[in-house]
C-alpha cells in the first residue's frame, strides 16, 4: 500500500454506490442524456456508482470533505475544487478528458479494483489536452492521457 491508495470500508463501498445510483436515477427523471456519446444503459449505471466511489475514495485520502451530489448540481469540483475522474483500468488507466471540460479544472486519475482505490496523479485539463492524445475515432471521443504524463500526487 502507499500513501495514495485506501481500501475502502464495506459501510463506505455502499455509501458512494447508493449515492452512484441516486445520480443515475436523478439524471433519468431529469432527463438528462449522456453527454459523451451514449453507451448503453448499464454502463450509465457503472459509471455513476464507480465514479461516486472514486470521489469517496479520493476524499478520503486527501482529507477533504465528499458530497453525493454531481457537478451538474453544484458550482465547485467533485471532491472539493478537484475533478475526480475513475477507471477500473488497474494498474494501466488513462485520464480521460472530454472537449468542454474546463482548460482551467484540475483533473484527479483514480484507479480501482474494489475494494482498493489508488490516486494516479492529476493534471490541469488545458494542459494536457493534445492532438496526440486525442481519440476521435472512439464512440466517445476523448483526450486518453497517460498516466506518465501527469504530475504526481505529492505535487498536488
Given at each position: 500500500m502507499n500513501d495514495w491508495q485506501i481500501t475502502l470500508?464495506?459501510?463506505?463501498?455502499?455509501l458512494a454506490g447508493c449515492a452512484g445510483l441516486r445520480r443515475r436515477l436523478r439524471a433519468m427523471e431529469k432527463g438528462r442524456v449522456y453527454k459523451n456519446g451514449r453507451p448503453d444503459d448499464d454502463v450509465l449505471y457503472?459509471?455513476?456508482?464507480?465514479?461516486?466511489?472514486?470521489?469517496?475514495?479520493?476524499?478520503?485520502?486527501?482529507?477533504?470533505?465528499?458530497?453525493?451530489?454531481?457537478?451538474?448540481?453544484?458550482?465547485?469540483?467533485?471532491?472539493g475544487q478537484f475533478q475526480v475522474r475513475s477507471t477500473d483500468w488497474d494498474p494501466n488507466g488513462s485520464l480521460m478528458l472530454y472537449k468542454d471540460d474546463k482548460p482551467d479544472d484540475i483533473f484527479i486519475l483514480v484507479t480501482h479494483k474494489i475494494p482498493v482505490f489508488t490516486l494516479r496523479g492529476w493534471a490541469v485539463a488545458g494542459e494536457v489536452k493534445l492532438q496526440?492524445?486525442?481519440?476521435?475515432?472512439?464512440?466517445?471521443?476523448c483526450y486518453k492521457v497517460p498516466q506518465w504524463a501527469l504530475y504526481t500526487m505529492d505535487k498536488l
Amino acid at each position: 500500500m502507499n500513501d495514495w491508495q485506501i481500501t475502502l470500508t464495506f459501510k463506505e463501498l455502499e455509501l458512494a454506490g447508493c449515492a452512484g445510483l441516486r445520480r443515475r436515477l436523478r439524471a433519468m427523471e431529469k432527463g438528462r442524456v449522456y453527454k459523451n456519446g451514449r453507451p448503453d444503459d448499464d454502463v450509465l449505471y457503472k459509471n455513476d456508482i464507480e465514479g461516486a466511489l472514486g470521489e469517496l475514495a479520493a476524499a478520503l485520502v486527501l482529507g477533504l470533505p465528499w458530497e453525493e451530489t454531481t457537478g451538474l448540481d453544484k458550482d465547485t469540483g467533485d471532491v472539493g475544487q478537484f475533478q475526480v475522474r475513475s477507471t477500473d483500468w488497474d494498474p494501466n488507466g488513462s485520464l480521460m478528458l472530454y472537449k468542454d471540460d474546463k482548460p482551467d479544472d484540475i483533473f484527479i486519475l483514480v484507479t480501482h479494483k474494489i475494494p482498493v482505490f489508488t490516486l494516479r496523479g492529476w493534471a490541469v485539463a488545458g494542459e494536457v489536452k493534445l492532438q496526440e492524445y486525442w481519440q476521435g475515432q472512439w464512440e466517445r471521443p476523448c483526450y486518453k492521457v497517460p498516466q506518465w504524463a501527469l504530475y504526481t500526487m505529492d505535487k498536488l
